[in-house]
């Protein structure tokens, strides 16, 4: 069997003919397998939906209990039969549930890594590496200009900026999935134990992660009363980077604009956004991470998709590799990242 007879790109989506399924479909699809909860790879009304359980429930939280017509969870590890294929889920470490998906048929084993990321995260499962015959990988940061700082040290900046602020509210800027949970999890691991105030757009999320151990501490809601601007000084509030630009955001005490994102490494994004403490916090791999992954992989044949996929084809090229951008549309480089 060849690589393209087991899945290649539709409209649709990335679609897997033996099995008669699509990963990560951009439209309503019969059947849809599922890598984890963002947006733009996770989306409702398709007719029957395979996912790790926290993915199906992080879809089930964001779109309600009937994003599809069934669902089906995959167990971590567990091959299972869709079809004429075998789909394994693997952890991804790029948010809570996050899978790549191993599809195997006839000895050919294609692993569709999704998003995913080498660095620790406290808020989700460590990514896994799958040996493969041919390896997808996301290309978000595929530039060599891209080399993700160590995010301790970024959490460490930020609250170095809270010692020195005590009168002003730190606004941080972070996706609901994912990011938001983790910069929490990570002050908390770095010794914060004050409480920490949330918007309203992040706490069901932000409760679901509690009820799957991912223990966050404090959370206070980022209301204001009247009269109660004093009462955040000194804070750090967590919002989604969209809150931030309304109203809301702005009653707060002479706020300081933090914003935890791997784009936050350029700075003209920085300045574009108003961010005053840009904290370069990813969930993607960096370049360098990306061409060890792929090297680990085993994979003779790398196929590239969602960000800047020339220079890593090139760069696969240049170490052996056959390599190819595969062209899917529909995933956004900054939805949710
Ligand atoms: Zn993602």
Known sequence: MRGHDLLHPRPEGLYCPPGDFYIDPVRPVPRALITHGHGDHARPGNSAVMATQQTLDIMAIRYGADFAQTSQ????????????????????????????????????????????????????????????????TEATFALPV????????????????VRQFPDRTHMVGAYALGKAQRVIRELRDAGYD?????????????????????????????????????????????????SFADRWARRFAD?????????????????????????????????DELCVTIKETGAGEIWVTHGREEALVRWCELN?????????VGYEDEAED
């Open 73 to 136: 969870p995959a167990d971590w590890g567990v091959p299972q039969k869709v079809g004429d294929v075998t789909a394994t889920f693997h952890p991804a470490g790029h948010v809570l549930g996050s899978a790549q998906i191993a599809v195997e048929c006839g000895g050919l084993r294609i692993v569709a890594s999704g998003d995913y990321k080498r660095r620790h995260d406290p808020s989700c499962q460590p990514f896994e590496l799958v040996p493969c015959d041919i390896f997808i």
């Open 146 to 161: 891209f080399r993700h700082p160590d995010s301790k040290a970024e959490i460490a900046k930020l609250l170095r900026s």
């Open 194 to 242: 004050e409480p920490i105030y949330i918007h309203g757009a992040l706490q069901k999320l932000c409760d679901y992660y509690e009820t799957q151990g991912v223990a966050l501490g404090a959370l206070l809601p980022a209301t204001l009363e009247k009269g109660s601007k004093k009462d955040f000084a000194g804070t750090i509030v967590v919002g989604t980077p969209s």
């Open 255 to 287: 706020p300081v604009a933090a914003f935890a994102s791997g784009w936050m490494g350029v700075r003209q994004r920085a300045r574009q956004r108003g961010v005053e403490l840009p904290l370069i916090i990813s969930d993607h791999c960096d370049w």
């Open 320 to 328: 052996g590799l056959r390599a190819q951008p595969l062209h899917l």
